[in-house]
């Protein structure tokens, strides 16, 4: 077991497969092989790409593979290492120190994609067929697909020098100023993670107190935020314009490899089920809440009637493991994986960040599990879910180092598909339908913050984007456009208050990732569909297809790697097919709250 304290003998995680600590001298060395292959890179093939042979072209190759190597195991390792000790300075400080020196290390790099991309295809078609050079298309392709983008090298030099001191600038001012916000309730004072758990708080009160101080304290900063959002919108429209792309949600489209029409099928198709999806599951929510209109801070909040089920860690790998064997003894086995080794951190701890996640500073390698698991029904949920992000990882080992690429829109298929196993598996084991119901409710309510409130906020940043090519938007403008999109997602049962108005500045997306928040939607829209697939039974081999289709995630096209399901990403018909999964348990709560006269 590793050195960290492990707590009520829950597992811990060792990480010395990357280094046995910070004091590791294998970290200097490897540091010091980065610098000084970069540089050696730089010098061999600055100026030259044009002229390599496919013979050099795959040392080339392999020498930018060893690169990513390294960079990961570094950066990987002081990562992982700090996420589970936030209070020690020393972690921190180690962290901070690899990031800097990986990056500066990283410098005499930058030749390489535009030079790169300034080559003839007859010159990559020559490397092509050699088959060794083959196996790098993916990653060529990748880097290949911005040259229609690119601008002249010292316009691509200055705006990336520049990048510094402005789109980077505003959203670091964003975030210093938002990762301060500080909220009082009752006379005592709270951070962000603090906050957004007393909205889920069972009392009302409590719920209603946290969201309308949220938004006092958004209101306040709301004129700073507006200034910074109208700055980073116009930014982002100069560089889109110079570079040709025709929307601007296009960069993004081209970043996840779909085309704008496929991003419209997915938006208007979410927006037409508004109605039946979203409309009818509040409109339970408010008769079980007992109200008329529920609050917008009453979206999550915990059924009057819920029992608290507790699961112990070995219960909860019982029943995820289970759920993975049912579906495929392959995917069971890879699952199985991650409890024979210590690949997981499951237990909180003082000083260990919140949250869960699943991170694989190496592409070839295993990956890490990092849980907060306290032995909630979620927590189960969340272990099937990052375990799907495990497997999907362990699957793609052999694309190799350079040609893997996390694609939000593809990244979420097995960690959200293992928590629909999983989720099912635990439903057929309750035998009470007042369990039933409070399980399918919690997850209906998390799939419509994902695949419906996502699109919301898409339209809004839309619009936003929109309406700023002529001229800034003010505070009232941008609140406006907010409580429009959010009320019509969420419907007539959903109070779309004054201490709603100035919330939409917390959604980080906006500002440092504009238009990624549709993936969320597409991601979940794109499992569910899968889903149906399997349900309806008509594919054979399911289980094989899709552990295949999870190999070939990041380096296949969405049409070639779902044909198998006979589903078409271009047809509106296969949103439809993802959202009626969603339809079918709102039927199946309407059953349950019949028959139990709630
Ligand atoms: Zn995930």
Redesign the pocket.
């Known amino acids: 077991m590793s050195k960290q304290q492990v707590k009520n003998n829950l597992p811990a995680w060792d990480l010395s497969d990357l280094y046995k600590g910070i004091d590791d001298p294998n970290i200097n060395k490897d540091l010091e092989t980065y610098r000084k292959t970069t540089l050696s890179f730089a010098k061999k093939y600055k100026g030259k790409l044009g002229s390599l042979s496919p013979d050099e072209a795959l040392k080339m190759f392999k020498v930018k593979e060893k690169l990513a190597i390294l960079g990961g195991r570094l950066g990987g390792f002081a990562y992982l290492n700090m996420s589970t000790q936030m209070k020690n300075s020393e972690a921190m400080r180690f962290y901070q120190n690899i990031s800097e020196k990986l990056t500066d290390y990283a410098k005499p790099m930058v030749f390489f994609s535009l030079e790169f991309n300034a080559l003839p295809e007859a010159k990559i078609k020559e490397w092509l067929k050699d088959k060794k050079v083959a196996f790098y298309k993916p990653y060529i392709k990748r880097i290949r697909k911005y040259k229609k983008y690119e601008l002249s090298e010292p316009v691509e030099e200055i705006l990336l020098e520049k990048s510094i001191t402005s789109s980077e600038a505003w959203v670091r001012l964003y975030e210093e100023i938002s990762s301060r916000l500080e909220y009082h309730v009752d006379g005592k004072t709270y951070n962000d993670a603090e906050i957004s758990k007393l909205t889920l708080d069972a009392d009302p009160k409590v719920r209603h107190a946290a969201g309308a101080e949220i938004n006092r304290v958004y209101k306040q900063n709301s004129p700073l935020f507006t200034l910074v959002y109208n700055m980073i919108i116009k930014d982002k429209a100069i560089e889109d314009e110079k570079r040709g792309f025709a929307k601007p949600v296009s960069a993004r489209n081209l970043a996840e490899d779909v085309p704008d029409k496929v991003v419209d099928a997915l938006a208007q198709t979410v927006k037409a089920n508004y109605k039946n999806l979203a409309h009818r599951f509040y409109k339970l929510k408010a008769k079980w809440l007992g109200v008329k209109k529920i609050s917008y801070w009453d979206r999550n909040a915990p059924l009057p009637f819920s029992s608290d089920i507790h699961y112990e860690w070995n219960d909860a790998v019982k029943t995820v493991l289970n759920g993975y064997y049912n579906f495929s003894p392959k995917l069971g086995k890879i699952a199985q994986d991650f409890f024979d080794h210590p690949w997981i951190d499951v237990p909180p701890r003082d000083g260990k960040r919140s949250g869960a996640?699943?991170s694989g500073p190496l592409a070839t390698k295993h990956p890490y599990l990092f849980l907060n698991f306290v032995g909630k029904q979620n927590d189960v949920l969340t272990l099937a879910?990052?375990l799907?992000?495990g497997c999907h990882h362990q699957l793609r080992t052999k694309n190799g180092e350079l040609n893997e690429t996390s694609r939000m829109t593809t990244?979420?298929v097995a960690?959200?598909f293992g928590e629909m196993l999983v989720f099912q598996d635990m439903l057929k084991n309750l035998d009470d339908d007042k369990d039933k119901l409070c399980l399918i409710a919690s997850k209906v309510g998390d799939m419509l913050n994902t695949a419906v409130r996502q699109i919301a906020f898409h339209f809004f940043e839309t619009r936003a984007h929109e309406e700023r090519k002529s001229g800034e938007l003010s505070e009232e403008r941008l609140a406006d456009i907010w409580q429009e999109e959010m009320g019509e997602s969420l419907g007539e049962y959903v109070e779309m208050g004054d201490d709603t108005r100035y919330i939409w500045s917390m959604v980080g997306h906006f500002f440092f990732l504009p238009f990624y928040v549709y993936a969320y939607s597409f991601a979940d829209c794109l499992v569910n569909s899968l889903y149906q697939v399997k349900m309806e039974g008509n594919v054979e081999n399911f289980a094989d297809k899709y552990l295949k289709l999870l190999s070939q995630t990041a380096i296949g096209e969405y049409e070639d790697i779902l044909r198998p399901f006979n589903l078409n990403p271009n047809n509106p018909d296969f949103w439809q097919k993802g959202l009626n999964l969603i339809s079918s348990y709102i039927d199946e709560l309407e059953r349950l709250d019949k028959k139990l006269k709630l």
């Open positions: 996640y699943c879910h990052e799907g992000h990244e979420e960690s959200v």
